[in-house]
């Protein structure tokens, strides 16, 4: 057996306000190639299907246009859970539809642990997969009068552990042939490198979680969440697959991958990571002003055509005008996205925050209360309940 590991397509992101709908097109025809060429049997998506909690239609026809794509290839089961940006209701909906064809999708905690257990049979081989979501603090947690918030940060983080404790108690139960078991998850487990493209998606670090606090019955771990594939806590066995294309300039020192993992006589025998084809090309141009102009005739595109985009850091001072860099990029097809100016102040106030900003997506709610603190002469270094607080408040406003 054949299982195809995958995370994070964020499908419908936007990368400076630009659409990235033509490198997640082409994403999706690759990959349904790769499934349909190296004959995966299996695939496992671990959250961030979709980039918000509200899919455009665009968003959702590539979605459905994809699982239904899959039926005409050796791809007989498919497993989603959800992820911190995907709403719960929407992957859920057509839940009992896909499940006829052979998709299972969970994407919210569920009430008996045992509807996250899949006994997968293919080939004369069976697996079985403990399909995690991403634990919102609401489903796992409640609040008892009286308790103290370092109550509250334990009890969350040892009801996370607990939830693996028992989706390894229940796969056991059912595991009659001892059967190898991979769990799924959508979290932040220590150690592990981020971009600026994620989110933390825990309350301050309570949700963060290692290597070790996973149950060795498992015999993989595929995690979603972090955008650099990478394997936690040097444990081959527990990996994060990375987002399939680039959601930041800040992810363009690495591949992006998928992992394929083979099953023969109860065992899993290999694990490989895949280079995922770089569909854009991506330049993070640095210097002064005409070492950066002098590079342009070198930017160029690669085979599947797509226009490059620029990121360009000035080592200049923060009155330089930018103009020049515009008008001379006219003359080349690429897309300047993002100027920045290297000595710039690093810190702004929420006024000059507002005034740079073109659009208040650009506005990251942790960055402005950050900010006010700062006006205000509050040290959140020394008060770090407080900034657990406002990103528990956070998350309970995003998951409404």
């Known amino acids: 057996m054949k299982i195809l590991h995958t995370a994070d397509w964020h499908l419908g992101h936007r990368l400076h306000e630009h659409s990235q709908l033509e490198e997640q097109t082409l994403f999706l025809a690759w990959i349904e190639n790769y499934i349909s060429n190296e004959k995966i049997d299996l695939l496992l998506i671990s959250g961030d299907v979709f980039d918000n909690g509200s899919p455009s239609n ?14 005409s290839t050796t791809c007989s089961q498919i497993i989603i859970t959800g992820g911190n940006h995907d709403s719960p209701g929407t992957l859920n909906a057509p839940k009992e539809l896909l499940n006829a064809l052979s998709i299972k999708v969970v994407g919210k905690a569920t009430e008996k642990i045992a509807d996250e257990v899949f006994e997968i049979n293919i080939n004369d081989e069976k697996v079985l997969i403990g399909a995690v979501p991403y634990l919102r603090d609401g489903d796992i947690r409640r609040a008892v009068a009286g308790e103290s918030f370092d109550d509250l940060t334990d009890k969350y983080k040892k009801a996370l552990i607990n939830h693996y404790q028992e989706i390894a ?10 059967a190898p078991v991979i769990a799924m998850g ?111 005739p070198s930017i160029i595109s690669n085979s599947y ?38 000595n710039q102040r690093k810190i702004k106030g929420i006024e000059e925050l507002l005034a740079d900003a073109t659009s208040i997506k650009e506005l990251v709610p942790t960055e402005v209360f950050k900010l006010k603190c700062e006006e205000m002469d509050f040290d959140l270094d020394q008060n770090q ?13 995003k998951n409404q």
């Not at 665009?58 to 039926?71: P, R, T, V």
């Open 58 to 71: 665009q968003s959702l026809a590539m979605y459905y246009n994809f699982l239904i794509k899959l039926k």
């Open 169 to 178: 108690i229940e796969s056991e139960k059912i595991n009659t042939s001892n």
């Open 186 to 296: 959508h979290l932040f487990a220590t150690g592990g490198s981020v971009s600026d493209s994620e989110q933390n998606i825990y309350v301050g670090t309570l949700g963060h979680i290692g290597a070790s606090d996973f149950p060795t019955y498992f015999d993989y771990v595929a995690l979603g969440h972090l955008h650099r594939p990478q394997i936690v806590g040097e444990n081959d066995r527990i990996r994060y697959s990375g987002s399939p294309n680039i959601l930041s300039f800040s992810e363009l020192t690495y591949d992006k991958k998928i992992i394929v993992l083979e099953i023969s006589a109860n065992k899993i025998t290999n694990i490989e990571d895949v280079i995922v084809p770089n569909f854009r090309e991506f330049y993070k141009l640095k210097g002064s002003m005409d070492d950066c102009i002098a590079k342009f």
């Open 305 to 342: 055509q797509l226009k490059p985009w620029v990121e360009i850091v000035l080592d200049e001072d923060n009155t330089i005008q930018t103009d020049e860099l515009k008008i001379a990029s006219e003359l080349y097809d690429f897309e300047i996205l993002k100027i920045t100016l290297k």
């Open 385 to 397: 309940q407080v900034w657990d607080a406002f990103n528990e408040v956070l998350q309970a406003v």
